[in-house]
């Protein structure tokens, strides 16, 4: 099952629902639209890979286990070539699920049984989060001006306006919470950031988020900067007070 795809209205979010259950696609969808979101709707990740990438929507909610292509491999495949804002949906208290896709790159995850209305909380704050990235780049093409200036600690440089990450030089693909964690650690280095603190920063429309939540993306961003450097150590573990960065 694909839903024809049609073109994006102005201003229109537009959000993926990839899952075998059809009356959970049919019942999201409802709900969505009922907010004024778009949906195209996939009954397995084969099929919803190639219509990610070939025409990307602002956000998708993946199931885990589907036929043909389940979403632990989906998301792998789309993360080599797309920082596309993902959801996951993950069995009830299935911790494991839930590692396992925030470390391959998930923005959330919520377990099923699930409420329609956290599942459009959560949706809602992922594209506030991605807006806020990109309104620096906006504003600068809409005024003829240059973007911000990007910020620069140590051999760490992000760039918000261009949600660009780069350590000595080399590109470090970061998803939208990602880069929110690390631009909140970045933004104090030395300073030491409880988990509370970072999910405020991350998710910063008092939607509920569990401790491990962070601790796995923070987990997932050491294992792109060790891609690049293996020696990384800037992003520092102080156990029972939380993360700090050092730009030294």
């Known amino acids: 099952m694909a839903e024809a795809e049609r073109s994006r209205s102005d201003g229109e979010k537009i959000i993926a629902l990839v899952d075998d259950d059809r009356n959970i696609l049919t019942t999201v969808s409802i709900a969505l639209q009922a907010e004024g979101y778009a949906t195209r709707l996939y009954s ?10 070939e025409n990307p929507p602002d ?16 998301l792998h495949r789309l993360r080599r070539h797309s920082a596309l804002p993902v959801i996951f949906l993950t069995s009830k208290d299935d911790e494991q ?5 925030l470390e391959l790159g998930a923005d959330d995850y919520i ?7 956290l599942l459009l909380a959560r949706i809602r704050a992922i594209l506030r989060r991605t807006e806020v990235l990109g309104d620096g780049a ?4 809409d005024n ?9 600690r140590g051999r760490l440089t992000m760039d918000p306006a261009r949600h660009q990450v780069t350590w000595d ?8 919470t990602e880069f929110l964690l690390l631009e909140a650690l970045a933004a104090r280095p030395g300073v030491i950031k409880s988990r509370n603190s970072l999910m405020d920063a991350a998710y910063p429309d008092d939607v509920f988020v569990d401790d ?6 923070i987990k997932r961003m050491r294992r792109k900067f060790r891609t690049v450097d293996s020696e990384f150590t800037a992003i520092e573990t102080l156990y029972g007070a939380g993360y700090s960065f050092s730009d030294g």
Do not use: Q, W, Y
């Open 59 to 74: 956000l998708a909610v993946f199931d885990i286990k589907m036929p043909r292509m389940d979403g632990m491999e989906l």
């Open 97 to 101: 699920d839930e590692e396992a896709g």
């Open 212 to 217: 491990r939540t962070v601790d796995s993306h």
């Open 144 to 152: 003829n001006e240059e973007p911000g200036e990007p910020l620069v």
């Open 138 to 141: 906006e504003r600068a093409s």
């Open 169 to 176: 030089g080399r590109p470090v693909s970061l998803t939208v």
């Open 111 to 117: 377990a099923k049984p699930f409420s329609l209305r």
């Open 44 to 53: 397995d990740g084969e099929t919803a890979l190639k219509a990610l990438l």
